[in-house]
C-alpha cells in the first residue's frame, strides 16, 4: 500500500541535525539492537569461524538478541554449543510449541530471504542496512511512502498496528538509505524492545499484557519459586470437579554456567495449576508452583522463560546468581 506524498524536502539544518543525531546511534542501537555492522568478534584465535550456517542465523538474528543473549553467544568456543544455543534460541520463541512448526522461526527465515533480495545497497547486504534491521524486526510496513526530490529521496514506512512511521533518507541518490533518527519515538523504541523479548501471541503481534509474574530462587530448598496474577491467564475445566479451573503453565529455564562460555543446560515443563472459580473472581488473586532445580556451584545466569500453555502471555527475565557450594 503506498500512501499519498508529502511534500517534503531535505533542508541544511535538518540534514546537519539527522547528522548529529546519527552519532548517537551507538546509544539507540542498545536499546533497539539496529548495531551498525559490527563484526561478530572471530578474530581471536580461541574462538574458531563459525561454519556459513551459523554465521547465517547471526546475520539476522542478532537483531532480536537480548544484551544477554548477544554476549552468550560471542563467548561460545564450539559448533556444538552453537547450535544448542540456536535450538533454544527458537524454542523459546516459537508461539505454538505443541504444534510441529516454529511460525516465529519461519517468518525470521522469509524476512532474510527478502530483505538479502531486495533490500540491499550496493555492496552492503540486506541484513546489514537501515531498512533491512526494520524489516527483520517489524516484517513488512502496513504502507509505505516514496518522495523523489531534486537530490536525493525519502521513503517513509508505516506500522499501523504499532502506530508509528520511520522514515529513511537518500541524502545524493546513491542508493544508499539512512534511518532518519528525528522520526524514532519512544513508541518504536518500545515496540522493538518488546520484539527483542518476544512479548508476542500466535499471530506474531505484541501482546499487550504479558503475565504477571514474580520469579526467585530458593537456594535452601533448591526451587525456583513462581507466583503469578491469575489475571491474564486461559484456564480449561478440571475433570470432574465443578468449582475448579485448571491453569497450564509451560516452564523453560536455560542455566548457563557464566565461567564456561560452553556449559548450559536446559529445563523445559508443562506444569497443571488448579485454581477454585470463587478464587478466580478475586481482584488480586495469585496462584504459585515450585520448580525443583539443582544447580551447580559457581555464577549462574538462567533465562527463565514463563508462558501461558493455553494462551498467549509470556514472561521472561535474566537471573544472575552465585551458588555457593
Not at 10 to 20: C, E, K, M, P, Q
Not at 304 to 320: H, M
Request: aromatic share 12%; net charge neutral; hydrophobic share 35%.
Amino acid at each position: 500500500m503506498i500512501r499519498k506524498k508529502n511534500n517534503l524536502e531535505i533542508n541544511s539544518s535538518s540534514r546537519y541535525l539527522a547528522g548529529v543525531l546519527r552519532l548517537l546511534l551507538l546509544v539507540f542501537t542498545a536499546v533497539i539492537s539496529l548495531e551498525l555492522s559490527i563484526p561478530f568478534a572471530e578474530a581471536s584465535s580461541k574462538r574458531p569461524k563459525m561454519t556459513p550456517e551459523h554465521q547465517e542465523f547471526y546475520n539476522y538474528a542478532r537483531y532480536l538478541f537480548t544484551k544477554n543473549e548477544r554476549k552468550i553467544f560471542r563467548n561460545l568456543t564450539t559448533d556444538e554449543a552453537r547450535e544448542r544455543f540456536i535450538e533454544n534460541f527458537w524454542e523459546i520463541r516459537d508461539p505454538t510449541p505443541f504444534t510441529p512448526d516454529n511460525e516465529f522461526k519461519l517468518e525470521m527465515e522469509q524476512r532474510y530471504d527478502y530483505v538479502s533480495k531486495y533490500l540491499k545497497e550496493g555492496p552492503i547486504p540486506g541484513w546489514e542496512t537501515d531498512r533491512g534491521r526494520i524489516y527483520l524486526m517489524l516484517g513488512p510496513p502496513s504502507a509505505h511512502e516514496l518522495n523523489v526530490l531534486r537530490r536525493g529521496s525519502i521513503i517513509q514506512w508505516y506500522y499501523d498496528e504499532y502506530n508509528v512511521y520511520i522514515r529513511f533518507i537518500d541524502y545524493n541518490s546513491s542508493g544508499v538509505y539512512q534511518m532518519d533518527l528525528t522520526t524514532v519515538s519512544l513508541a518504536l523504541l518500545e515496540v522493538l524492545d518488546s520484539k527483542k523479548y518476544f512479548i508476542v501471541n500466535k499471530e506474531g503481534k505484541i501482546n499487550l499484557e504479558p503475565l504477571d509474574i514474580d520469579l526467585n530462587y530458593d537456594s535452601k530448598t533448591r526451587e525456583f519459586q513462581v507466583e503469578m496474577r491469575t489475571k491474564n491467564l486461559n484456564y480449561e475445566e478440571v475433570p470432574g470437579s465443578s468449582t475448579e479451573m485448571m491453569a497450564k503453565i509451560k516452564v523453560d529455564l536455560v542455566v548457563y554456567q557464566s565461567d564456561k562460555g560452553d556449559d548450559f543446560s536446559k529445563y523445559s515443563q508443562v506444569k497443571g495449576v488448579k485454581v477454585s472459580k470463587e478464587k478466580l473472581l478475586e481482584k488480586n488473586a495469585t496462584i504459585s508452583l515450585a520448580v525443583p532445580l539443582e544447580l551447580p556451584a559457581g555464577k549462574i545466569k538462567i533465562d527463565a522463560v514463563i508462558s501461558d500453555a493455553l494462551g498467549d502471555a509470556v514472561y521472561r527475565k535474566f537471573i544472575s546468581l552465585n551458588v555457593k557450594k
